[in-house]
């Protein structure tokens, strides 16, 4: 190891440390480990849904609340950087029609071709949440394909 590379000035300060076994606990004493394995996995089953109703979408996958949607052309298979794009400049845009009134979605996009949606939302989501996701999710892709 070069000298310095081991040791820091702000490595092991006691409050730094007292906050962080603090927040530990409370993770441990909310369950937060099962609230979140059975939200991703309530998520994937709607993510699963969604698939059925799109054949533009190629693969959906996920751990825990670290999900991911592989958008593709209508075999499934070869990847959609086009309509990826377009799906995420329209959820950026906003003015989605939802049981909410208009809204945006915010998308990440990564994959070696540039067209999956990586999710990654907050650990405390509610399934009324993931349900309007999985709404405007839906209303994006029905409208991005059919606006080619």
Not at 55 to 70: K, Q
Not at 136 to 147: E, N, Y
Request: aromatic share 8%; hydrophobic share 40%.
């Amino acid at each position: 190891f070069p000298p310095g590379s081991t040791h820091s000035t702000f490595a092991s300060n006691p409050l730094g440390t007292a906050a962080t076994l603090a927040t530990l606990l409370w993770i441990e004493q909310q369950h937060y480990e099962k609230k979140v394995m059975e939200s991703g996995a309530y998520f994937l089953r709607q993510l699963e849904t969604l698939k059925k109703r799109h054949e533009t979408i190629g693969d959906v996958s996920g751990l825990g609340l670290a999900l991911r949607i592989e958008v593709t052309k209508s075999d499934r298979f070869t990847p959609d950087k086009v309509l990826a794009d377009r799906i995420f400049e329209a959820g950026l845009a906003g003015g989605i029609p939802s049981s909410r009134g208009p809204m945006g979605l915010v998308l990440d996009i990564g994959g070696h071709y540039k067209n999956v949606f990586t999710l990654a939302p907050s650990l405390d989501i509610t399934t009324a949440e993931i349900d309007l996701g999985i709404e405007l999710l839906d209303r994006l892709f029905t409208s991005c394909k059919d606006s080619k």
